[in-house]
């Protein structure tokens, strides 16, 4: 991680770059890293433990689906930088876009990122958080030894960083998988040496066969007469399970023996070739590895379950089916939330995000509550309105109960729709 004097080193040669300058884009590369595309310089932030900064980058990168990184174009894009800071000493990176605050915690294990109001109201995270975001508290001036960096030194050192931890990752896991592997050869090693003796086996077998009417139920071992070697011979029994079931389980135990007896080989030969092939792989640093895309799966799953409408004055969310409508209300949903569902018609749970609800914005929650539902062919229907917490589960997923509300009547205005529409954000599509 950053020293506090390195990011104020950094800090220095950022503001000079976009300060002033309109966001073009922001987007994320990886599942820790993101990237503010301005005019002709980027910014780089990266939210990965033990590898947490922030630097000008020059490099290429590929933008890949994120429903965090729509929303926050939706609210920045095109608006100008105008202030980026550090609060008090505990490494929270601010930027300010004129009435919006972008503010990354560079310190925890699970950093939060979220877009703010200029009073902190929080407007958009990448994380369930509270709806306010509070300032640290002013901590004591402390001296700290100036740093000079620059971020091409900071991109170089964290490059080579990465790449031996990629590597430790990589080693590790043939590791893993030479450990698996030896198990397995002891495995079949010690299953080829009983194999082995499946002679052995089936003359016992063929033994306890011609002896059946020495053995009574529930008989531990029987004492039977060995002619190959005029000898008796002792062999255990299961007293809990019948003779003659005891005789199929090993006359088929000896035909498997015997069947496996040439495989055995071929198979340690080939986990030894295996091993080989990892042991040599393990003993050369200067491997290269390959490329791993950054798995987005989930995320992409997150963006199927809801629809999302984005304006200046907030953010409504709407449920796709009954598994979306379930993960919106008791998943991503706050408390506080304002709640929408027609009635008494089956319909998409609606969920507004805004730091006030004026008449305005409850119109157009109620459109998008009438548009997803049922109603929707008669053009208009009632909607019920709470709030989040007034709402609590059944064993039905996607239905609820709502302890406390009020209805409110709404009729379908298609022009209304298509305007809101237009708000909603492409990956969600």
Not at 18 to 42: A, D, W
Not at 83 to 112: G, K, Q, V
Not at 202 to 210: A, G
Not at 218 to 236: T, Y
Request: glycine share 2%; hydrophobic share 40%; net charge positive.
């Amino acid at each position: 991680m950053l020293s506090y004097s390195e990011m104020l080193s950094l800090l220095l040669e950022i503001k000079k770059g976009i300060l002033g300058k309109n966001l073009v884009r922001f987007m994320q590369i990886n599942p820790t890293s993101y990237v503010f595309v301005f005019s002709n310089i980027q910014l780089l932030l990266c939210v990965q433990k033990s590898f947490s900064r922030f630097h000008i980058t020059n490099k290429k990168h590929q933008a890949h689906p994120s429903v965090f990184a729509d929303q926050v174009n939706k609210i920045l894009r095109e608006r100008i930088c105008m202030e980026i800071f550090l609060f008090s000493e505990d490494r929270i990176l601010c930027l300010r876009f004129e009435e919006y605050y972008f503010i990354a915690e560079l310190m925890y294990h699970h950093p939060i990122l979220a877009v703010t109001d200029p009073l902190f109201a929080i407007i958009l995270s990448n994380k369930s958080t509270s709806s306010h975001y509070k300032k640290p508290l002013v901590k004591p001036a402390t001296h700290h030894f100036s740093t000079f960096v620059t971020s091409e030194e900071i991109e170089e050192r964290y490059q080579l960083l990465e790449k031996q931890a990629l590597f430790a990752l990589h080693c590790k896991k043939i590791s893993n998988q030479l450990l698996k592997l030896e198990k397995q050869r002891k495995k079949y090693e010690e299953e080829y040496n009983r194999a082995k003796n499946w002679q052995v086996l089936q003359n016992e077998t063929e033994l306890l066969k011609s002896h059946l009417q020495q053995i009574a139920p529930g008989m531990k071992s029987v004492r039977v007469m060995n002619w190959a070697s005029q000898s008796f011979l002792e062999i255990a029994l299961d007293p809990k399970v019948p003779i003659q079931k005891q005789l199929q389980a090993r006359f088929k135990e000896v035909r498997k023996r015997k069947k496996r007896l040439d495989l055995y080989p071929v198979f340690m030969k080939e986990i030894d070739q295996k091993m080989h092939a990892l042991q040599k792989e393990l003993s050369n640093p200067s491997i290269e590895l390959p490329h791993q895309k950054p798995p987005l799966k989930k995320e992409r799953n997150k963006a199927r379950d809801f629809h999302t409408f984005i304006d200046k004055e907030y953010t409504i969310l709407v449920g796709k089916n009954a598994k979306g409508n379930e993960k919106l209300t008791f998943t991503i949903a706050k408390g506080n939330d304002t709640w929408l569902h027609v009635t008494p018609m089956a319909g998409s749970h609606v969920v507004v995000k805004a730091k006030l609800i004026n008449e305005g914005i409850l119109q157009d929650a109620m459109q998008l509550a009438l548009y997803f539902s049922q109603a929707r062919k008669q053009n208009q229907a009632e909607v019920l309105i709470t709030k989040v917490k007034y709402v609590s589960r059944t064993k039905t997923t996607g239905k609820v109960l709502v302890s406390k509300h009020r209805t409110k009547k709404v009729q379908l205005d298609l022009n209304r729709v298509k305007e809101l529409l237009k708000k909603q954000t492409a990956k969600n599509l």
